[in-house]
């Protein structure tokens, strides 16, 4: 019924996240409020890594997308996992520092790192830097003779596969600005150029064909496409590239009529293709990387709001107000992004509101989900928007000095704070007088 496994109805007809009442604890820790299944998350965690050590061997890495969500509590649970980490600033590799993640297990992205950021990367030993140019390869070689370092790295490239479009292209990619790009030749000529370089170790090269797919077949071209790319080099260069990272992008369910492959799916996809175009060019297995977010926290978080009003313009549109909007949730303003939403104290209930979910901020965009039907709401009812645990919290904002919610794990039949939630004090503690 629910778009998540951890989502359940209670005797009371009340939604329940890993078994906890959802209304109950908007009471406890008020609202709006980010729930999250600590229990869902683990073992979406395990089944990567189970899937892809079947699929392609134990020296593989499941890394964990930070950007997705990301918070000193979500490093410590990846730590236990044993994952690795997918970071794109100082922010992050600040954070997983400060919750003692393992260094060596981070990659460190990004089209546009600042040299205090590849510094700090070197001086910590981030056990990949995911090189995204030319200006960025010799800034950090240089940065390295500094340290007196070699900086292991992979290339960002651009195989060429796009993934939104219905039949998926193979030259649609070159105009990104991320990595660099097979057809033309970049890719080739930044490789030979890094095998020059005294303080880079080139271990391989990376791809992220984007996010929230549905089909396993651009995975498995981009992996077809890469290996090739592998065999050019070796024959090129006579250099045998041992790392094939993929990246993320495996879709999840936000509507009951999303219908997303499971991890064991999609990764036999990928390992099918990457084995077969081993045999093809006789490569030996790569060590194989991927980086899922959105698939690890999306489906195990919810958000609670407080409905303020509900405003009926007769022959137009029925608006629902709530207490948060586009500062804890961008998505339907960034990309009119949809989701289902409930009435967490009746969440079987009939649906027979057809309504728009507005946010409170002065932005006449800022909605959250445009003509739903939900159950009957009124003022002071709580409306639960599901699987908002990837890309919220992390993209949140404090427009309109709107204070952040508070992050409450739960697991275990219990609930704790992870992230506390933002005070007017926080809002002002940088401003000058
Ligand atoms: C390089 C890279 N890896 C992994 C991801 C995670 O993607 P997703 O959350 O769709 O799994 C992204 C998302 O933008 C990315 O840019």
Known sequence: ??????????GAGHLAIGGLDTV???REYGTPLYLMDEDYIRSACRMYQTALTDCVGGNSLVAYASKA???????????????????????????AIRAGFPTDRLLFHGNNKTEDELKMALHHNVGRIVVDNCEELHTLNALAREQGKIARILFRIKPGVDAHTHKFIQTGQIDSKFGVALE????????????????????GIHCHIGSQ??????????AKIMMGFIAKVRDGLGYELKELNLGGGFGIQYLPSHDP????????????????????????????????GRSIVGPAGITVYRVGAVKEIKGVR??????????????????????????????????????????????????IAKDVLIQTVEAGDYLAVLATGAYNYSMASNYNRVPRPPVVMVGGGKAKVVVRRESYENLVQNDIL
């Open 213 to 222: 797919i549905f089909d396993t077949e651009p995975f498995a071209l981009a």
């Open 69 to 95: 969500f990301c918070c000193a509590y979500m490093y410590r649970l990846l730590k236990e996992e044993r994952c690795g980490a997918d970071i794109v600033s100082g922010g992050e590799l600040y954070t």
């Open 261 to 292: 492959k499971t991890p064991a799916q999609n990764l036999a996809a990928l390992a099918d293709a990457i084995k077969k175009a081993a045999g093809e060019y006789a490569l030996s297995m790569p060590r194989v990387i991927i980086e899922p």
């Open 24 to 26: 109950e604890l908007a």
């Open 318 to 367: 029925t608006y629902v107000s709530v207490d948060g909007g586009m500062t804890d949730n961008p998505r339907y303003a960034l990309y009119e992004s949809e989701y289902e939403v409930l009435s967490a104290a009746d969440a079987d209930g009939e649906r027979s509101l057809l309504c728009t979910v507005a946010g409170k901020c002065c932005e006449s965009g800022d909605l």
């Open 1 to 10: 019924m629910f778009v998540s496994d951890c989502l359940s109805v209670n």
């Open 184 to 203: 033309n030749g970049e890719a080739y000529q930044i490789i030979r150029e890094s095998l020059k370089l005294d303080n880079i170790r080139l271990m």
